[in-house]
């Protein structure tokens, strides 16, 4: 992902808690608990697939959570590449006997959380971000690959460590 991009645009808000840059991520499918043997089959079940890289081309900002916002985020098209290898990375998932929450797919990459009631001058101070760089467009782009993440929630926020990565055909690329 091109997180400096992004975390260029990041920089101008003074408002939440900013998601450090190495975190900036779209998820795929997210797992919860899972016991080991369960993510070893889901491993073996990515390791098999051989797909093109989406091209994501983020296009504007927007919030969760309407006149309380939770998070900024940075809309993500939702290309047929992006859909198809959602759905077998899901399949994947699913294969592996893990079970997930049905919920419908808004390509995202969160940038930035906010607490519950905000303070007004915080809910200013993101009026007046997203008015300045809210329909912000970053060049589009090809992933290299996509990776098996677990989550630790600190008090700064969550922390990612990369379990297993997976190339994309053609990813990198401009």
Known sequence: MRSEA???????LNAGRLVAEQNLHLTLGFLDEVPEAELTELHDGLSALHEPA????????DVFGGSRPRLLYARVE????????????????????????????????????FRYG??????????????????????????AGFGLYASSLRPDGAVHELLAAYPLIGGGEA
């Open 6 to 12: 992004l975390a260029r645009v990041q920089q101008g």
């Open 118 to 143: 905000m303070m007004p001058d915080e809910q200013a101070k993101l009026g007046r971000f997203l008015q300045e760089v809210g329909n912000a467009s970053l060049p589009a782009f090809y992933p």
């Open 78 to 113: 939702a290309d047929e590449a992006l859909k198809a290898l959602r759905g077998k990375v899901l399949r994947e998932i699913r294969a592996a006997g893990i079970e997930l929450k049905r919920e419908r797919f808004r390509p995202h990459i969160t940038l930035a959380r």
């Open 54 to 61: 989406p091209k994501l081309q983020v296009r504007g900002l």
